[in-house]
């Protein structure tokens, strides 16, 4: 039951047929034989397709299944920087040794840069400048464009009761946006010189006019083989380089990774 409980006789329903009175008791109207009330509207019928709501399956909890594939990627990263430090030491045999040594040559080459037209560089060719906006000021530029650019209008308080609309302004300067083309000095060629001992050298340079020696590059590198492995070191510079006697000892730190991390000559 609906509703709190009221004394006294209900109300007589009227029939929607011919308008007589009747009882609220009665299940039909006394002068024409209608039925009184309305009869349950069927429950409509699921749409094609759509399964109820009580079949369908449980809402994905993305937010979760994102979390958890957060955490194994940091997982992950934790067990390889783990495995990167985790060194283990086996003794190990050089077997043989690398090196080479390059020297660049320059030349001036034409370059091209872009600049303000105040901040390009005496002798250089300029080309096609174009007005771009630079800076904002608070004043006009006399000697360069100036647009005033203004704000959204505020009211600020008097202090009597009154308020003022005010407007903040300042002037966008244009500039020109320059492209030129300077000579600097660029590589070129390289020369080489490489070799599997150790008695590194540099490579002979022949410059022709206009051409100046570049950059000096040397790399190093020394062959181990342990435990029927074979491990490859870099070596910093010539020195540390001729220590690497072929078939000397060396106790190689080798990480969970199995990379090699540092080596050390063999007792």
Same mark, same amino acid.
């Given at each position: 039951m609906?509703?709190?409980? !009221?004394?006294?006789?209900a109300a007589p329903v009227k029939c929607p047929a011919c308008g007589t009175a009747n009882p609220a008791s009665?299940?039909?109207? !006394?002068?024409?034989?209608?039925?009184l009330g309305a009869a349950p509207s069927a429950a409509p019928?699921?749409?094609?397709?759509?399964?109820?709501?009580? !079949?369908?399956g449980p809402a994905v909890p993305w937010a979760l299944v994102g979390g958890i594939a957060g955490l194994l990627c940091l997982a992950g990263l934790a067990f390889l920087i783990f495995q990167s430090?985790?060194?283990?030491?086996?003794?190990?045999?050089v077997q043989a040794v690398r090196w080479e040594r390059s020297i660049g040559i320059e030349a001036q080459q034409? *370059?091209?840069h872009s600049a303000w037209v105040d901040q *390009?560089?005496?002798?250089?060719?300029?080309?096609t400048c174009e007005l771009r906006p630079r800076q904002f000021l608070d004043a006009p530029d006399p000697n360069?464009?100036?647009?005033? *650019?203004?704000?959204?209008?505020y009211s600020v308080d008097q202090g009597d009761g009154t308020s003022k609309v005010v407007q903040d302004c300042q002037y966008q300067i244009y500039d020109d946006y320059c492209p030129y083309t300077v000579l600097e000095w660029q590589e070129v060629d390289r020369v080489r010189a490489a070799g599997a001992d150790l008695q590194p050298y540099w490579p002979d340079l022949s410059l022709t006019d206009g051409q100046r020696e570049g950059r000096h590059d040397e790399a190093y590198a020394v062959s181990f083989a342990a435990d029927s492995q074979a491990y490859d070191y870099s070596v910093g510079d010539a020195g540390e380089f001729a220590q690497f006697a072929p078939g000397s000892r060396w106790i190689l730190k080798i990480n969970g990774l199995g990379g090699l991390n540092a080596v050390e000559p063999a007792q």
């Open positions: 609906v509703g709190a409980f !009221q004394p006294g006789a009665a299940g039909t109207c !006394q002068a024409c034989g209608r039925p019928a699921p749409a094609a397709g759509l399964a109820p709501a009580a !079949q369908r430090f985790n060194t283990s030491a086996v003794t190990g045999t034409p *370059v091209q *390009v560089p005496e002798g250089a060719r300029v080309g360069r464009r100036s647009d005033k *650019v203004c704000g959204t209008p």
